[in-house]
């Protein structure tokens, strides 16, 4: 079975290209394809190069959970495995292959409709998966203060200037004055904590499910005023002059929104600023990708627009609605770029078949931002009849 260790390798090893014979591919697939600009063992960069025409059985008994499967087994290869995510995604696959033809379809509605996945039982789940998986790998991949959400790129040329400005353009958008108590939920490695704490003077309370971002977010904010605490969004308690939350309500779960905004309201002085940052669907769904939740994000749902406006209502409201997609979309390339880099550091550590997993993970995902599909979301809120009116600084 063919392993490389680049997306590239593919081509560069023979496979592949415009002299290679055509393959039969099964209707479905090819009604996508042809919608998509995508050939079979064609010459674009974005074109899908077959080592197995096993992959097509896969993909049709299991979609997307098939399709991210059989290239984490080498069964078909990309050298622009971006391109071709984002091509697919813009001839709306989901409508040629439509979800409701695969086995287990139902199933998962019925799971996602009927129990609460993100309940205070299952929360440090993804931590225990994801988050914890090891410090080197997400030491090497993201920036230096290990900020492991969308950049903004609008004044940047590279990842470390593009997450500083994020930084910084939070707390611009919070109105930070010295003193004020932030409440960061879900603070991660506390980057954006020790941030804040250095350059706007805040004291600031972090507060995140995964142990090893507790670990070394306390030891990053060593001898500055900043608490970090192993807690899930529910246990939070006190009134805070601020709030943001940064890539942690993808988390939460439309069983929970509610809750949610108003433990956040609970938590906010009445003259207080919200900023939730957050990675949004263009469509509402009822479930969510199968092989990021089986791989990537366990019990993860992307909200859309109209969930989060429907469920902060009478709590909250919408000063500034900031979308950042593309921004996205360039910063997962950069993590991508970084983290090939450093695989020849990893590989000892994480085996072939994760390469191809966290590449499936990273590309597929900028594809999804560029595509228009993704969103990423910066949303300022206030307190309903919170005195004063909201400026952006945008």
Request: charge should be neutral; aromatic fraction near 12%.
């Amino acid at each position: 079975m063919l392993m490389p260790t680049r997306p590239g390798d593919i081509i560069r090893n023979g496979h592949g290209g415009s002299s290679a014979p055509p393959v039969p591919v099964p209707g479905p697939l090819a009604r996508l394809f042809a919608r998509a600009g995508i050939q079979v063992n064609g010459p674009a960069p974005w074109d899908l190069q077959l080592h197995d025409p096993a992959a097509w059985g896969r993909m049709l008994r299991h979609g997307v959970l098939g399709f991210g499967e059989s290239y984490m087994d080498g069964q078909w290869g990309c050298e622009r495995l971006d391109e071709l995510a984002c091509r697919m995604l813009r001839a709306d696959g989901d409508r040629v292959v439509t979800p409701q033809s695969l086995p287990g379809w139902l199933t998962q509605q019925l799971r996602h409709g009927a129990m609460n996945l993100q309940s205070v039982a299952r929360a440090f789940s993804v931590a225990e998966r994801h988050y914890d998986l090891g410090n080197d790998l997400f030491a090497a991949m993201l920036d230096s203060r290990m900020v492991y959400s969308c950049a903004y790129w609008a004044h940047a040329d590279d990842l470390e200037q593009a997450q500083f400005d994020k930084l910084e353009l939070i707390g611009r958008k919070l109105d930070l004055q010295p003193g004020e108590r932030l409440l960061d939920v879900g603070c991660g490695w506390g980057g954006l904590a020790a941030h804040v704490a250095q350059y706007f003077g805040c004291p600031v309370v972090g507060a995140t499910v995964s142990q090893e971002q507790a670990t070394l977010a306390r030891e990053r904010c060593q001898g500055l005023p900043v608490r970090i605490e192993l807690a899930d969004w529910r246990s939070l308690q006190g009134r805070y002059d601020k709030l943001v939350s940064v890539g942690m309500f993808e988390h939460v779960g439309q069983k929970n929104y509610r809750a949610y905004f108003q433990r956040m309201h609970d938590l906010l002085q009445p003259d207080g600023l919200f900023l939730l940052h957050t990675i949004g669907s263009d469509r509402t769904t009822h479930a969510t990708n199968a092989w990021t939740e089986r791989y990537i994000f366990p019990n993860g749902k992307l909200p859309s627009a109209t969930e989060i406006t429907r469920e902060a209502e009478g709590l909250f409201i919408i000063e500034d609605w900031h979308n950042l997609a593309l921004d996205y979309d360039r910063t997962l390339m950069s993590w991508w770029q970084r983290f090939e880099r450093a695989w020849p550091g990893l590989r000892a550590r994480y085996d072939e078949r994760f390469f191809r997993m966290w590449t499936f993970y990273l590309l597929s995902s900028a594809g999804f931002f560029r595509s228009g599909q993704g969103q990423l979301w910066q949303i300022v809120l206030a307190p309903a009849g919170r005195s004063g009116r909201y400026r952006s600084v945008r």
